[in-house]
């Protein structure tokens, strides 16, 4: 890998805010690099096996298809990708990235590192899962007893996909549910506990309660790289409404900036947003 390769623009994050964000970019005629930590494209979305139902025109695709989508569009655009390479430092003079290769450099860096499941805690186990998706898919819950801990939209999803897997399933959750009213209408017949709760990993037992399995759906935080000393808001980056950092030539999109409601079709639309904002002050 060579720092010298001409580049407009350095996206971190290969999911729907960065990919979106780079399709945009080199549409606008711009030259950006994508650099994805793991060995896939899609972030967050392959972790779903399940239909995702909230983009609008697309039917019947799981997250991880997805997931292929934004990759191969990308990849039709000859939008330079490159997988397994995580941003090691980043230097906010002169915005230079290490990677494990060396150093990369351009004008403009995108942080589209989106956000990781918060663990409260507890680690992952073959009987606990820490966040939605393949996690919960590897879980045995067929037959077995199986405590969903939080109380929005995720922990009322892979409530009930457990239930549709055989297995029972109680719900605890220190508040009142946030979970959509639709997500709560269509597990009517689950458990649900709400109050204060103590749950422990090592007797696997939820207030006393034995179980055979946790889910634990406490949300997600921000995954920022380590050198740039950025404004936060809430444990996400904070951002204007053109998706500028508190540090210049630093801009944010997608899930790390908490973007109101998160989502795939948000991410991208946040994306297109910031790759448009670049590509003006490029032009100036």
Not at 52 to 80: D, F, K, M, Y
Not at 128 to 136: H, K, L, R, T
Not at 226 to 234: A, K, M, P, Q, S
């Amino acid at each position: 890998m060579s720092g010298s390769k001409n580049r407009d623009v350095i996206i971190i994050g290969g999911g729907p805010a960065g990919l979106s964000c780079a399709i945009w970019l080199k549409k606008l005629g711009l030259a950006p690099a994508v650099l994805e930590a793991s060995d896939r494209l899609g972030g967050l979305q392959m972790r779903s096996p399940y239909e995702n139902l909230w983009i609008p025109g697309v039917q019947g695709r799981t997250g991880q298809e997805v997931a292929a989508s934004l990759a191969a569009h990308a990849e039709a655009l000859s939008v330079e990708l490159r997988v397994s390479t995580p941003a090691l430092w980043v230097s906010e003079d002169g915005l230079a990235v290490q990677t494990d290769a060396g150093f990369l450099f351009a004008p403009y860096l995108v942080l589209a590192t989106g956000s990781t499941p918060r663990a409260g805690g507890f680690r992952p186990a073959p009987n606990v899962a820490i966040g939605p998706g393949v996690a919960m898919e590897a879980l045995e819950v067929r037959g077995c007893k199986v405590a969903i801990l939080g109380g929005g939209d995720n922990a009322f999803d892979q409530a009930r996909f457990v239930r549709d897997r055989g297995g029972q399933v109680t719900i605890f959750s220190r508040k009142a549910p946030r979970a959509q009213k639709l997500l709560q209408n269509m597990i009517t017949d689950v458990r649900v506990v709400i109050g204060d709760y103590t749950a422990d990993q090592v007797g696997m037992t939820v207030n006393g309660e034995l179980f055979d399995a946790f889910g634990v759906m406490y949300g997600f935080e921000a995954v920022v790289p380590e050198g740039l000393e950025l404004r936060r808001l809430d444990g996400y980056i904070d951002v204007d409404r053109f998706g500028a950092t508190s540090v210049p030539g630093v801009y944010a999109c997608g899930e790390v900036t908490n973007y109101w409601h998160p989502c795939v079709t948000t991410a991208a639309a946040h994306g297109v947003q910031v790759a448009k904002q670049i590509s003006l002050a490029l032009a100036r």
